[in-house]
């Protein structure tokens, strides 16, 4: 769809951007040495870190990569928020507390406090590099995302924009601005998703949504399924217009053409089932590439001028229970069980493209849903296996289920946040406050999400339905949109500036002064961190630019299974076995590091994602890597611990 | 040793080694009954999807409740735990 930037939206994003760059400066003067900079001097108020903690950890990819989920697929969008949230628990119970006694600026610190190894510094310091690359990557291309409509730029200068406030605020004060970024934008987050919430209640559920621009797909009259063959308008209760013969590359497809007698426009309509012996047809939207190259949509030029048109906002509940046409306001309870009873029009991409005279056709088509369908798990591609019986495709989702939970307590940009607090008490009251936030807010998606799904708002041509929260909130007006659009950004600012903290920290504190063996004073310290935010912000900007056309929630799972593999096992067995060694740790970094990355790289999602290959060619037989690789990550250093055991005793301070 | 010691940030370790262990202990045991709770959700979904379709109360399939007690109870969790160490730090 094409969005027209409104002067509010604008006007409200650059006040965001304004205050957050405004607090940097701020709190610029205040930071002069390396424990301001980087862990911001252990100052920050415990309430003040919990609320930052949901600030760096809901990302643009839990925010509008969850709700578009959810908009699109129902439940499974929830199982994300379920998994993340659940990871908090391994992180408060086992790490929080630990870490904090023993660390101080970096997750390498932690894993190194009993031996001071130059190798665990250095594995430590890349698998912390690795992670926070691979999480920034969606952060920046979720940012182009979010700019392209809101202020109608393309994707390099919004992912540019993102870079360069973002390597402001880093600069200019490190760990304190960033923490206030986000504790700003939490909060922010929170509250206006518990405002977008209560007004999806209190609006309840329609047959009938007024979102402009909105309007249902025409449906036609049900036709004998015996009879498809040669039917005619009039058979199908068209008037106007004549049916085209299916010809070509649309004779085995489930559609159907007609030509208006007037205008000569081409509808393509969906066959559907409505009983055993019954079939009807539901208008599609299109998008057509001629051989040419000029882009169609619905038959006409793609555009919001004369003669031109858009792809029109779907999503809408076809029937409520008892044949009502509106419920007034709903409780959270009564929402689920209308649903629960309700028929919802979905749509969805035909994946085979059809090539017709040079030109390429993608349709997009409703389908009628049971709203009890939409609220179990297994309705998307990517979890649609667990309803099957293929074992890998249960494996495939226990994995990621796994890493979801394992990957959270050992995502560096999380755990250096516990540095930033003065004591373990004040670690532990922060993390309640964080998962107290985090939970209210993943509450809150499966509303937003459905609101989206059921409001027509849905943005068909949009691959992940990233915008589907915004949408939503434009649903009930301009300023809320604004609003809401702006917060997004503000989230994509506060996690990528803790993410460029973790890397600089990691670069300065583990590669150039433990392994390189750089005597650096506090202030070069501080300086070096400085130009190394610099490169990893460009480096970010750059990536961002490169991955444009990457799914979004795809990159966040390969950082969650890559953290989980190479951390968790070295952070728990360092905890909780005696036996541990330094080699023990470095060994099982590295080989969960590689491992699951390798994993990733053979699989089917990789393969067809990224390489435009079958993914039955791929070389293992399920695409999440965390079932295996984290219980390797353990086999290693357990294995390797036993070997080492007697020489790391002997020579433990290296 | 010292050249590895780059000074600044204090360490946190301002609890007695018997309330970190005791903290430790207490933090292992609600972790296994959240893991347990949270296991027992994924392997519903993966190998028996129609009991989520169940709908046990209010018209709510078991999907929805079970999601909601995850979030609810990770809170919980995480309340009981805070008081159980604030108790013992205070002791």
């Known amino acids: ?178 923490t206030y970024v986000q504790f700003l934008k939490g909060s922010l987050l929170v509250l206006f998703s518990a405002v977008l919430t209560v007004m999806v209640l209190n609006r309840g559920l329609t047959t009938e949504p007024t979102n402009p621009g909105y ?34 590359p649309w004779r085995d497809r489930p559609y159907l053409r007609t030509r208006d007698d007037k205008t000569g426009l081409v509808t393509v309509w969906r066959k559907t089932p409505v009983s055993d012996s019954a079939v009807m047809y539901y208008e599609t939207q299109t998008q057509t590439t001629t051989a040419e190259g000029r882009e169609l949509v619905n038959g006409l030029p793609h555009g919001v001028g004369p003669g031109e048109t858009d792809f029109f906002p779907v999503g809408h509940i076809e029937r409520l229970p008892e044949g009502a046409s509106h419920t007034g306001p709903l409780g959270p309870i009564g929402f689920f069980s209308t649903l629960e009873q309700s028929q919802i029009m979905l749509w969805s991409k035909d994946p085979v493209k059809i090539v017709d005279d040079g030109a390429t056709t993608t349709v997009f088509y409703p389908q009628l849903t049971a709203g009890s369908d939409v609220l179990l798990p297994g309705k998307s591609p990517t979890f649609q296996g667990i309803r099957g019986d293929d074992l890998y495709a249960k494996l495939n989702f226990l994995s990621l289920m796994l890493a ?128 190394a935010a610099g490169a990893v912000g460009l480096l970010a900007i750059g990536l961002g630019i490169l991955f444009e056309q990457m799914n979004v929630s795809f990159l966040v799972g390969w950082a969650f299974s890559v953290a989980a593999s190479a951390n968790l096992p070295s952070l728990v067995m360092l905890l909780f076995w005696k036996g541990t060694t330094r080699q023990g740790i470095t060994a099982a970094i590295l080989v969960g590091m590689v491992a699951s990355l390798a994993w990733i790289l053979l699989s089917g999602d990789t393969f067809k994602d990224v390489y435009g290959l079958p993914a039955t060619s791929a070389l293992v037989p399920f695409s999440q890597p965390g079932i295996v690789t984290i219980p390797l990550g353990f086999a290693v250093l357990v294995v390797v611990s036993l070997l080492t055991r007697e020489k790391s005793a002997a020579v433990q301070s290296d | 040793m010292a050249h590895w010691d780059h000074g600044g940030n204090k360490t946190g370790d301002d609890a007695s080694p018997a309330t970190n262990l005791r903290n430790a202990r207490i933090g292992m045991v609600l972790f296994v009954i959240y893991s347990a709770f949270y296991a027992g959700f994924v392997l519903i979904a993966a190998f028996s999807p129609a009991t989520m379709a169940e709908r046990p109360w209010a018209g709510i399939n078991l999907a929805i409740w079970y999601g909601f007690a995850l979030l609810g109870a990770a809170f919980l969790v995480a309340m009981v735990y805070s008081w159980v160490c604030r108790a013992r730090d205070g002791s």
């Open chain 1, 1 to 178: 769809m094409i969005y027209t930037p409104s002067a509010l939206a604008v006007t409200v994003f650059g006040l965001f951007v304004a205050l957050t760059l405004g607090l940097s400066f701020y709190f610029a003067g205040r930071t002069r040495s390396a424990q301001g900079y980087f862990a911001a001097g252990g100052s920050i108020p415990w309430f003040v870190n919990g609320v930052a903690f949901a600030g760096d950890y809901l990302s643009a990819a839990s925010f509008l990569g969850i709700c578009g989920m959810i908009a699109s697929y129902g439940y499974d969008g929830f199982l994300y928020s379920i998994g993340y949230l659940a990871g908090w628990i391994v992180a408060l119970l086992v790490i929080a507390e630990p870490l904090k006694r023993m660390g101080r600026y970096t997750f390498a610190d932690a894993l190194d406090s009993r031996f001071k190894s130059r190798a665990i510094k250095l594995s430590a310091g890349i698998s912390t590099l690795a992670v926070s690359v691979f999480y920034l990557i969606p952060q920046m291309v979720g940012a182009g995302a979010l700019v392209k409509p809101l202020l109608g730029l393309p994707h390099w200068v919004g992912v540019s924009m993102v870079g360069a406030v973002v390597m402001l605020i880093v600069i200019t004060a490190g760990m304190v601005s960033t």
């Open chain 1, 215 to 248: 309007r249902p797909p025409r449906a036609t009259r049900e036709v004998s399924a015996s009879a498809i063959e040669s039917l005619t308008a009039s058979d199908l209760g068209l008037a106007n217009c004549e049916v085209l013969p299916a010809k070509g």
């Open chain 1, 404 to 531: 979801l939970f394992g990957g959270t307590a050992s995502l560096p940009h999380i755990l250096i946040r516990y540095y930033t607090v003065k004591d373990q008490a004040a670690a532990r009251k922060s993390t309640v406050v964080g998962i107290a936030s985090i939970g209210f807010f993943y509450l809150l998606t499966l509303f937003m999400g459905l609101g989206a799904m059921t409001s027509g708002v849905i943005d068909v041509s949009s691959a992940n339905n990233n915008m589907a929260a915004p949408l939503l909130a434009k649903s009930f007006g301009e300023l809320l949109f604004a609003m809401i659009s702006a917060i997004a950004f503000t989230t994509v600012l506060g996690t990528v500036s803790g993410l460029i903290v973790a890397a600089s920290g990691a670069v300065v504190h583990d590669l150039l002064t433990s392994v390189a063996g750089l005597k650096l004073t506090d202030h070069e310290k501080v300086r070096a961190g400085k130009w």
